[in-house]
């Protein structure tokens, strides 16, 4: 593994499944973050986590949870998809220290029917 | 509320020199960035501002003035790749990162 992988990489659901989106990194970057992106909006941080075993809400985390067991993981859960979730998820993870760049994950494309 | 604003489109020559505003209104400023994104990629790093100048790295410069709330990405040398998305994003008071909707640019041969 080199960076941040995201799994799946598309995903086509059934309106009130539940469905998690993987995402690993291994830099042993202390922050996590999990976005979407909208066509004409900017990117939306959905939830957030410092260091592993804290996390926190962003602009819009209503119908996501995520956990932070370790370093390296940070798994979203959309507990019963809605269409309005169709979306590109991003995950990024960043170091904390000096300019504390986000790194970006390749995504994943989810669409709820 | 918080607000980055760019261009959604632009045009320019290969060859050329293209200049991309931002102008941001957030709670606080601990910094901005720009990222480049081509389509159907992942956003990727470019540069770094956080204290008022020019910030050069090669063909790529970025200029920020906090007083004005204001800051431009000016692509030296246009290359066909080039043609993506340009997003800028800035770091407010809660060290969190508030993304503009990026602009679309379209280098022509």
């Known amino acids: 593994i080199a960076g941040i992988t995201q799994a799946p990489t598309s995903q086509i659901l059934a309106a009130g499944r539940r469905m998690t989106l993987r995402c690993t990194q291994d830099m042993r970057h202390n922050a996590m973050y999990w976005y979407r992106q909208d066509l004409g909006l900017g990117l939306r941080l959905i939830h957030y986590s410092n260091t592993a075993g804290t996390t926190g809400k962003g602009e819009v985390p209503d119908g996501y949870s995520v956990s932070r067991a370790n370093t390296d993981d940070f798994p979203l859960t959309l507990a019963s998809a809605v269409p309005s979730q169709t979306s590109v998820y991003f995950c990024a993870s960043s170091d904390g220290l000096d300019t504390d760049t986000q790194y970006f994950g390749p995504g994943t494309r989810l669409t709820v029917l | 509320g918080q607000n980055i604003d760019q261009p959604t489109e632009m045009t320019a020559t290969e060859g050329a020199i293209v200049q991309i505003n931002c102008t941001y209104q957030t709670s606080g400023f601990n910094g901005l960035f720009w990222y480049q994104q081509h389509a159907g990629e992942a956003p990727t790093f470019l540069s770094y501002n956080v204290l008022d100048g020019l910030e050069e790295k090669g063909r790529f410069s970025s200029f920020l003035s906090r007083s004005k709330g204001y800051s431009y990405l000016l692509l030296k040398e246009l290359q066909m790749k080039d043609s993506a998305s340009y997003l800028c994003?800035?770091?407010?008071?809660?060290?969190?990162?508030?993304w503009g909707a990026g602009t679309k640019l379209i280098i022509k041969p």
């Open positions: 994003a800035v770091k407010d008071s809660n060290y969190q990162l508030i």
